[in-house]
C-alpha cells in the first residue's frame, strides 16, 4: 500500500516517508497545501501514518473535485482521486470573495499566494506597494531593504516565490535597549499613518501595511520588521537571532527582484543562511519557521505579542464567511430590552457583527471593534447590506494605545456607555481582561450597563493555545469587578451545546458600584 487520499488527508506508509521528503496537495490542478512527509502522525494500522488536513483548509472542503498529491521536489504523481466532501456535487473551490486561489502558507493559514495570480496583477500591484513603502521608511532615515521570502525569491529565481503571499522588509535601528526600539518603532507607526498607510501592529517590532481593493477587503500586505544589533548578535523579530556581523547588512547591497532593483542586506547569502539554514537554496513549499525558545521568550520579553491567537481567529471568521449570515444572540436580544432609546453601546470583539447590526437596527449608536480584521470587512459589508450605520473598528486589546484611544474618546464624548461582552472575557489572557475592565471603569457612568456572556466551566477539550475552549469561572468575574469598581449581579445560567461539549454559559450584568438599579 503506497500513498493514498481519504476524508482526512493524505495517508502514507513508512517506507513512502522514505522515499518522498515534502509533497504537495492539487485540488482541480491548483495547490492548496505543501507538508513535510515527516510531520504525519500514527494511524490506524501499524505503519501506517496520516497527514491531516490542516484545520484552515479543512473548513473549506464541501464539494466534489479530482485530489493528487505530487511529490514537490520531483513533480512526481503520488496518488490521484476524486473525493466528495459532504452532500454536494459542485467543485470544490478554496477561493476568496475575489475569486483569487488560495493556498495554505507558512503560518497554516489560507492567503492568496502568487502562485494563484494567472493575470500577475497583484504582482504588479505588490511591487508598487513595496516601492512605497521603502521610500516612506528610508525617508525617516532607516536602511530599508527585503528579507524573508522577498529576499529568498530574489537570490533563487529574481522574483516571488510561488507560493509566499507578502512582501517582507526590515530597517536596521541603530537603537539596541528594547525600550528605544519600541518607541521607534510606535514613531514609524505613526508617520507612516500620517502618510495614509493602513498599518496594523503585530509587536513592538513589527508592522505590517494593508492594501485594500477597491470594494474594500485586503488585497496585499507588507511586512515591516526592526533589525539590530545588540551584544555582537544581529536580531530580527520574529525569528532571527544570528552571529552575523554588521557588514553582512551594511552598506546595504541591490538585488533584482521581478524586474526592479531592491536594497537588500550587504551579504543576503549569509542573512539568508541566518534564516533558513545552510539547505536554503533547496526549495521547500512546506517550511514552517521553528524559532527557538530562549529567542521566542526573549522577543516576547522585548517586544510582546499583539497577535496572540490572531491565526485561530483568522480561520475562524473565513469559514464563517464561507456559511450563511447569522442572526443576532439571545444574549443581545435580553440586553437591548434594558437599554434607553438611542443609547450608546459598545460591542467588544464583535466578529462579522451580527449582535452590532441588530443594536444598531433599533436605534442605538453602536461601535464595535474586533481585532480580526477580516471579520470588521465582513461586518462592514453585512452592515451596508442591512442598511445599519455601525462603526466598525479594528482595535486590539493587547495593544493597550489602541484602548486607551477608545477610553479617551468616550470620555471625552461625555455620554452614558453601555457595553456588551459576549464571549470576549473568557477568550483573552488575564492582563488583556483587566484592559477592557478598565475600559468599562473609565467610561460607565451611574446608569450605564454592561452585559457580559462567560462559558463558567473548563471544556472537556481545553487547550492553552484555543481560547475558544477557555472559561472565566464566576468568582474570577467577582474578583475583577471588584478591583475595578464594578458591581457584577449574575442574571442568567444555562447549559449550552458547543464543539467542546456540553458548557455552562453565565450571563451578567455589570454596572458602576453604588449605581441605582430599577
Known amino acids: 500500500m ?51 488536513w490542516p484545520d484552515a483548509l479543512r473548513v473549506r472542503l464541501h464539494g466534489t473535485s479530482d485530489f493528487s498529491v505530487i511529490d514537490t521536489d520531483t513533480d512526481e504523481t503520488l496518488v490521484r482521486r476524486r473525493l466528495r466532501f459532504g452532500t454536494s456535487a459542485a ?64 537570490i533563487r529565481s529574481g522574483t516571488f516565490l510561488p507560493n509566499d503571499d507578502d512582501v ?40 505590517q501595511i494593508l492594501f485594500r481593493l477597491p470594494n474594500g477587503e485586503t488585497d496585499h500586505y507588507v511586512d515591516i520588521f526592526t533589525a539590530f544589533f545588540k551584544d555582537g548578535e544581529f536580531f530580527e523579530p520574529i525569528h532571527m537571532q544570528a552571529e552575523l ?3 553582512a547588512i551594511t552598506p546595504l547591497s541591490t538585488v533584482s527582484f521581478a524586474g526592479l532593483d531592491l536594497p537588500a542586506p550587504a551579504d543576503p547569502d549569509a542573512w539568508l543562511a541566518a534564516c533558513y539554514g545552510p539547505q536554503w537554496r533547496t526549495p521547500d513549499p512546506s517550511f514552517r519557521f521553528r524559532t527557538p525558545r530562549a529567542t521566542r521568550r526573549r522577543f516576547y520579553g522585548w517586544f510582546g ?71 470588521i470587512e465582513r461586518a462592514r459589508a453585512l452592515a451596508t447590506d442591512a442598511g445599519v ?28 456607555v453601555n457595553f456588551f461582552l459576549r464571549h470576549s472575557l473568557d477568550g483573552l489572557v488575564d492582563s488583556d481582561r483587566l484592559t477592557i475592565l478598565e475600559l468599562m471603569r473609565r467610561t460607565m457612568h451611574p446608569d450605564s450597563i454592561g452585559w457580559l456572556t462567560t462559558f463558567g466551566d473548563s471544556a472537556d477539550g ?36 458547543t464543539p467542546y461539549g456540553e458548557r455552562v454559559v453565565l450571563e451578567s450584568i455589570l454596572r458602576r458600584r453604588g449605581a441605582r438599579t430599577s
Open 2 to 52: 503506497g500513498t493514498s487520499l481519504g476524508q482526512r488527508g493524505i495517508q502514507l506508509t513508512i517506507a513512502e516517508i522514505g522515499r518522498h521528503t515534502t509533497v504537495s496537495v492539487l485540488i482541480d490542478g491548483h495547490r492548496v497545501w505543501s507538508a513535510r512527509t515527516a510531520e504525519a502522525k500514527e494511524y490506524g494500522r501499524p505503519g501506517s501514518l496520516l497527514l491531516a
Open 91 to 154: 467543485p470544490i473551490l478554496v477561493v476568496d470573495s475575489s475569486g483569487r486561489r488560495l493556498s495554505v502558507n507558512k503560518w497554516g493559514r489560507l492567503s492568496a499566494s502568487f502562485d494563484g495570480d494567472v493575470e500577475g496583477d497583484i504582482q504588479e500591484r505588490v511591487l508598487a506597494s513595496t516601492q512605497r513603502v521603502i521610500s516612506a521608511v528610508e525617508d525617516l532615515g532607516r536602511p530599508t531593504f527585503i528579507v524573508g521570502g522577498t529576499l529568498l525569491g530574489a
Open 168 to 207: 517582507d522588509l526590515a530597517y536596521l535601528s541603530e537603537h539596541s535597549h528594547p525600550a528605544d526600539l519600541v518607541l521607534e518603532s510606535y514613531a514609524i507607526e505613526r508617520d507612516l499613518r500620517d502618510r495614509g498607510f493602513e498599518v496594523l501592529r503585530h509587536s513592538g517590532a513589527h508592522l
Open 245 to 247: 556581523p554588521r557588514d
Open 305 to 375: 505579542e499583539h497577535s496572540l491567537f490572531r491565526s485561530l481567529w483568522l480561520d475562524q471568521y473565513a469559514a464563517a464567511a464561507a456559511g450563511t449570515v447569522q442572526p443576532e444572540s439571545e444574549q443581545a436580544r435580553r440586553f437591548a430590552e434594558q437599554l434607553a432609546p438611542g443609547s450608546l453601546v459598545v460591542d467588544v470583539g464583535c466578529g462579522d457583527g451580527a449582535d452590532a447590526r441588530y443594536f444598531a437596527s433599533l436605534g442605538h449608536r453602536v461601535i464595535a471593534f474586533d481585532f480580526v480584521w477580516p471579520a
Open 389 to 416: 450605520d455601525v462603526d466598525f473598528r479594528v482595535l486590539n486589546v493587547a495593544d493597550r494605545r489602541d484602548i486607551l484611544g477608545l477610553t479617551v474618546e468616550l470620555v471625552a464624548g461625555g455620554d452614558s
Open 462 to 497: 481545553f487547550s492553552p493555545v484555543d481560547p475558544m475552549s477557555w472559561h472565566m469561572p464566576l468568582r474570577d468575574q467577582m474578583r475583577l469587578a471588584l478591583e475595578n469598581d464594578l458591581h457584577l449581579e449574575l442574571l442568567h445560567t444555562e447549559a449550552a451545546e
